[in-house]
Nanobody, 127 residues
Framework: VQLQASGGGLVQPGGSLTLSCAAS????????VGWFRQAPGKEREAVSA?????????WYSNSVKGRFTISRVNAENTFFLQMNDLKPEDAAVYYC????????????????????WGQGTQVTVSS
């Protein structure tokens, strides 16, 4: 299994970006997929995740709620993170991740629940 993240770049504060993560390989029916980020000198932070099996079940960190939207297209083994109203504090390397577990509110943000990780894509927010 491989996850390929893309879509990062340089954007001005208030701007938007959409990150994509494409999965390839065998047995790609992940129950939960998500996004994490890590800024220089900071710990990795869970951003958002979405369930495959429960329609509408998604989670967001408080720092991005209302600005970011996660989605997935199961038939294409691809999932996305639409990021609006970006702020300088959103700048980080963003990683996509996939889990075979049906994660819930208390577990979705735990990186150890995800066995598969993409390589990361850089998001820079600066004027």
């Amino acid at each position: 299994v491989q996850l390929q993240a893309s879509g990062g770049g340089l954007v001005q504060p208030g701007g938007s970006l959409t990150l994509s993560c494409a999965a390839s390989g065998k047995n790609l029916d992940f129950s939960t997929v998500g996004w994490f980020r890590q800024a220089p000198g900071k710990e990795r932070e869970a951003v958002s995740a979405i369930s495959r099996n429960y329609v509408g079940r998604s989670w967001y960190s408080n720092s991005v709620k209302g600005r970011f939207t996660i989605s997935r297209v199961n038939a294409e083994n691809t999932f996305f993170l639409q990021m609006n109203d970006l702020k300088p504090e959103d700048a980080a390397v963003y990683y996509c991740a996939a889990s075979r577990y049906n994660l819930i509110m208390s577990t979705w943000a735990q990186g150890t629940q995800y066995a598969y990780w993409g390589q990361g894509t850089q998001v820079t927010v600066s004027s």
